[in-house]
């Protein structure tokens, strides 16, 4: 599983989501900092019980969960605290219920980092008041959970509300920019919960903006994620891109070997086929017939339908398929920290990195088309009598031109792999090229700015 995962929730309106009660928990309940050690291995309360038999004939998916699974093993205060937790985490409209409120009355007694409560932003806060405002708030409301394992966050300091906030507070801009709110219109509220399984933190954030527009898409969270999971482990990134260092510094001879010769191979034209010929010479005629740029995304569909079955023929050709999978793999270590799974393994004429395959071909067709229409057009004036000599020499010219134009796309394939797999190279580091200049910033003493 990922090593930080992050959830994020939108309410389009405070009230209808209960919010104020979600914000109440969070600043209150035991998990803010943790149930004293001399209560969490008492025996559950009454209300515990009646209050998680309420919730999980609710929600029958809670008996699925590992929290509900410790509850039925420990019977204490401290596993029914964790899966109340965290079936109100994931349905805050429980709250709302009539048995909840006497259970929040009668609880067992709550340790706070704060006092009265366990809320933080970049101030000091005023539950009262965050609370009213949050009511009074009708626009866009997002509830962010970002947790780590209780081994992690024990080794990495991440087990104290103040780590935490410190860490969010460095990072708002970039948070708030994910969700498009303008910084400076910023409101934002975080709690601690020290969970024995997983320990995390709560962000309840929006925008006082009076024209609020704020929004997140699935990049906005997967960059959430990055965020996230970058500066939480920065050190042990740091240390993987100093051990990768030294890999990339002793690669075997025979990995160089093998993407050396795969690389030879298309500069010396191993790729080209009778296939390439054909098509790319129907490219060639078809480029002659579009005006306009001759660039790949100028081009008409149906010319580019043909771009890109030439390019998903050629990624068949088994060393085109090995450079491909060479650096697919190199891009698939990038999201290791924080996500299980790898991104989508494209066809190669859909990737965004290898757009240039496409440009590429398309600048040799039209180059072998210009050559093409010029020698047809000198064949067009030859006398009658030397038609059977002057064609014969015309077609062996013809078919010079659609090869050299075939060797010369062969050699742009090759630089182009090469480039790219440099880019992500696996013998060179495990994570992009985006993470590796934030890991710089680290090892220099700087702050990063995402």
Same mark, same amino acid.
Do not use: C
């Given at each position: 599983m990922p090593r930080v995962i992050v959830k994020c929730r939108y309410y389009k309106n405070a009230a209808t989501g209960n919010l104020s009660g979600l914000m109440k928990y969070i600043a209150m309940r035991e998990g803010v900092e943790k149930l004293p050690k001399d209560q969490q291995s008492l025996p559950e309360t009454d209300?515990?019980?009646?209050?998680?038999?309420?919730?999980?004939?609710? #929600?029958?998916?809670?008996?699925?969960?590992?929290?509900?699974?410790?509850?039925?093993?420990?019977?204490?205060?401290?596993?029914?605290?964790?899966?109340?937790?965290?079936?109100?985490?994931?349905?805050?409209r429980i709250l709302n219920t009539e048995d909840y409120l006497r259970y929040?009355?009668?609880? *067992?007694?709550?340790?706070?980092?704060?006092?009265?409560?366990?809320?933080?932003?970049? @101030?000091? $806060?005023?539950?009262?008041?965050?609370?009213?405002?949050?009511?009074? !708030?009708? %626009?866009?409301?997002?509830?962010?959970?970002?947790?780590?394992?209780?081994?992690?966050?024990?080794?990495?300091?991440?087990n104290k509300a103040e780590r935490w906030r410190d860490m969010v507070r460095a990072h708002l801009a970039d948070i708030a920019k994910q969700h498009n709110i303008d910084f400076t219109s910023l409101k934002w509220y975080g709690a601690f919960h020290n969970e024995s399984h997983h320990p995390h933190i709560h962000l309840l954030l929006y925008s006082n903006s009076e024209d609020d527009h704020s929004f997140i898409t699935k990049n906005g969270l997967d960059n959430l994620r990055r965020i996230f999971g970058t500066e939480i482990f920065k050190y042990d990134l740091r240390e993987i891109y100093d051990r990768q260092t030294d890999t990339r510094n002793k690669l075997t001879a025979e990995m160089r070997s093998e993407f050396k010769k795969l690389i030879d191979d298309v500069l010396t034209g191993a790729v080209i086929d009778q296939n390439l010929l054909i098509k790319l010479e129907e490219l060639a005629r078809r480029l002659n017939g579009c005006k306009g740029k001759k660039q790949y995304g100028y081009l008409p569909k149906g010319v580019k339908d043909l771009v890109d079955e030439l390019v998903d023929d050629l990624s068949k050709n088994k060393t085109v398929e090995r450079l491909y999978?060479?650096?697919?793999?190199?891009?698939?270590? $990038?999201?290791?920290?924080?996500?299980?799974? *790898? *991104?989508?393994?494209? *066809?190669?004429?859909?990737?965004?990195a290898f757009k240039a395959v496409r440009n590429a071909l $398309?600048?040799?067709?039209?180059?072998?088309?210009?050559?093409?229409? !010029?020698?047809?057009? #000198? #064949? !067009?004036?030859?006398? @009658?009598?030397?038609?059977?000599?002057?064609?014969?020499?015309?077609?062996?010219? !013809?078919?010079?031109?659609?090869?050299?134009?075939? =060797?010369?796309?062969?050699?742009?394939?090759?630089? =182009?792999?090469?480039?790219?797999?440099?880019?992500?190279?696996?013998?060179?580091?495990?994570?992009?090229?985006?993470?590796?200049?934030?890991?710089?910033?680290?090892?220099? %003493?700087? #702050?990063?700015?995402?």
């Open positions: 209300n515990q019980r009646e209050f998680i038999s309420q919730i999980v004939n609710r #929600n029958s998916y809670i008996k699925t969960t590992p929290e509900y699974k410790y509850y039925l093993k420990e019977k204490t205060r401290g596993a029914a605290s964790e899966l109340i937790a965290y079936a109100v985490e994931n349905n805050p929040m009355a009668l609880r *067992p007694r709550a340790e706070r980092i704060a006092g009265e409560h366990g809320l933080f932003s970049s @101030d000091d $806060v005023d539950l009262d008041k965050a609370v009213a405002d949050l009511e009074k !708030h009708t %626009g866009n409301v997002y509830s962010v959970i970002v947790s780590l394992k209780r081994e992690d966050a024990e080794r990495l300091g991440y999978d060479f650096w697919y793999q190199a891009k698939s270590s $990038v999201t290791k920290t924080y996500t299980d799974e *790898p *991104p989508e393994k494209l *066809p190669l004429s859909k990737e965004k $398309v600048y040799e067709a039209s180059r072998l088309g210009f050559e093409m229409s !010029h020698s047809e057009r #000198n #064949n !067009h004036h030859n006398t @009658d009598n030397s038609k059977r000599t002057k064609k014969e020499g015309g077609d062996a010219r !013809h078919k010079r031109y659609v090869v050299n134009a075939a =060797i010369r796309f062969a050699y742009h394939l090759g630089r =182009i792999f090469y480039d790219n797999y440099k880019k992500y190279e696996p013998e060179e580091d495990d994570i992009d090229r985006k993470l590796k200049r934030e890991i710089e910033a680290v090892k220099n %003493g700087q #702050n990063i700015v995402l």
